[in-house]
């Protein structure tokens, strides 16, 4: 278990419990490809999304670690789910410094070996989790395809708008960060209210995770990412600080970044991505992009206080303070 939440014993021994259910759930799996999901399952890092449904589901006074625990690597499937997938659509080789399923097994059997970690999470649901809408789920599993489906449809096309990107990202990777702090929340059976409160804590903190993400992907050292930086334009992929740079390029009516993107085949050489690196840069799109990161932070640091549970709020105010900081 990675060190991250050393400082939270409590979560960390319940995170061992959802490692631990999520071993068994793929222990199931069948001939060679269980020693290659098992190596998946193994390299999970910092458990975000279970930690966010364990921690939201201390909002009310009920103990409901049980159903949190479960919940929680229900949710957690579905991301190593959605991951192997992704590496798949992306021809990633590598996932977190590893060999990805992908790339081990090729395209066919690492679809099924999604499909057997999204069979597996269904099985561990009860089929009526307490207090929990199912529609709500599955609304967030499916903006989770579309916004793949978006940005496979678009890739190469790096002249979005910011509604564009921010409607990815918050399919891509908000969805369920909303899904887990709303299901946690949502345990406690205690009202609507608190559960849309919880849902939308979830969606700022996963866009300004997001955001951050993309942002490493311009500044951050590839030895700590596990690939290297600039990927994302490299392989046509816009996000946050190069659509600032573009706005503010225009602002200016200087056209230089622009022109260096227009027309290009994907996969960029290593030049034009350099130049974009750098331009991008100079042309203030990383500040831009962190100003609108911190915005989504202020905005779920208000919600999380108006939870009105002071250990809840400790909790998950820390856990930003973290990944606020973080490097990878
Ligand atoms: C990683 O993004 C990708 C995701 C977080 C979501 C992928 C979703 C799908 C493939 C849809 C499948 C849905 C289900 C329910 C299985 P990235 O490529 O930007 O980040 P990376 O650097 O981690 O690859
Ligand atoms: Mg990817």
Known sequence: MSEFWDDEPHIQAQLQVVRNTIEQTVATAHGFIRPILE?????TGKMLRPALVLITSMIG??????????????????????????????????????????????????????????????MLTSGKERGMDSQIVS???????????????????????????????????????????????ALQEIDDATNKLAHHIGYCMGMAFQIQDDI???????????????????????????????????????????????????????????????????LGGIQKAQFLAESYRKRALEEIHRLGNPEVERMLTSLFEKLSARSV
């Not at 190596?39 to 390299?43: G, L």
């Not at 890739?155 to 709303?182: E, P």
């Not at 700590?224 to 996000?239: E, N, Q, R």
């Open 39 to 43: 190596d998946h399952v193994n390299s």
């Open 61 to 122: 006074d009920e103990d409901r670690s049980e159903d949190a625990i479960r919940v929680g690597s229900v949710i957690e499937l579905i991301h190593l789910a959605s991951l192997v997938h992704d590496d798949i659509i992306d021809g990633a080789q590598k996932r977190r410094g590893r060999a990805s399923v992908f790339a081990k097994v090729g395209a066919k059997q690492a679809v099924l070996a999604g499909d057997f970690l999204l069979a597996r999470a269904l």
């Open 139 to 185: 609304r967030a599993l499916t903006r989770l395809c579309e916004s793949e489906l978006d940005q496979d449809a678009g890739q190469g096309d790096f002249f979005i708008d910011r509604s564009t990107y921010l409607r990815r990202i918050g399919g891509k990777t908000a969805s369920l960060f909303a899904l887990s702090c709303y299901s946690g929340a």
């Open 216 to 282: 490493l992907d311009y500044i951050g050292s590839s030895k700590k990412l596990g690939k290297h930086t600039g990927g994302d334009v490299k392989s046509g992929i816009p996000t946050l600080p190069l659509i600032c740079a573009l706005e503010i390029e225009n602002e200016l009516d200087k056209h230089e970044l622009k022109s260096v993107l227009t027309d290009r085949k994907i996969p960029l050489d290593q030049r034009t991505t350099t130049k974009v690196l750098s331009l991008v840069e100079e």
